[in-house]
């Protein structure tokens, strides 16, 4: 069974900094894509950045420039640094991945953490 756990979360000032990270564990053939999305209260979950496993990187809209994407492929990990967050960073961050177990590619989940930024 695959896995996927997330840590880092927490309370941060306007700002300030925080680093997630996402461990993939289990029993799989191979990660490819892996990434972050986040919700907020009352709104849908959003895409906040995605790697390839070949190290490509590309972070969306509003957290471009502030977060970073990045991982290592050798601990099956992946993290988000937020730099400069503000109180509108404030969500449930969840990192996803597309793995493959056996001949079955299928996207997984982590059960999400949450970030609060004060203002």
């Known amino acids: 069974q695959v896995q996927l756990e997330e840590s880092g979360g927490g309370l941060a000032q306007t700002g300030g900094s925080l680093r997630l990270a996402c461990t993939a564990s289990?029993?799989?053939?191979?990660?490819?894509?892996m990434g972050w999305y986040r919700q907020a209260p009352g709104k849908q979950r959003e895409l906040v950045g995605l790697?390839?496993?070949?190290?490509?990187?590309n972070t969306e809209g509003p957290m471009k420039g502030r977060f970073t994407v990045s991982r290592d492929n050798a601990r099956n990990r992946v993290y988000l640094q937020m730099n400069d967050l503000k109180p509108e960073d404030t969500a449930v961050y969840y990192c996803?991945?597309?793995?493959?177990?056996?001949?079955?590619?299928?996207?997984?989940w982590g059960q999400g953490t949450q970030v609060t930024v004060s203002p």
């Open positions: 996803n991945a597309d793995i493959t177990v056996g001949f079955t590619r299928s996207l997984h």
């Open positions: 289990g029993s799989f053939a191979k990660i490819s894509a």
């Open positions: 790697i390839t496993n070949s190290g490509s990187a």
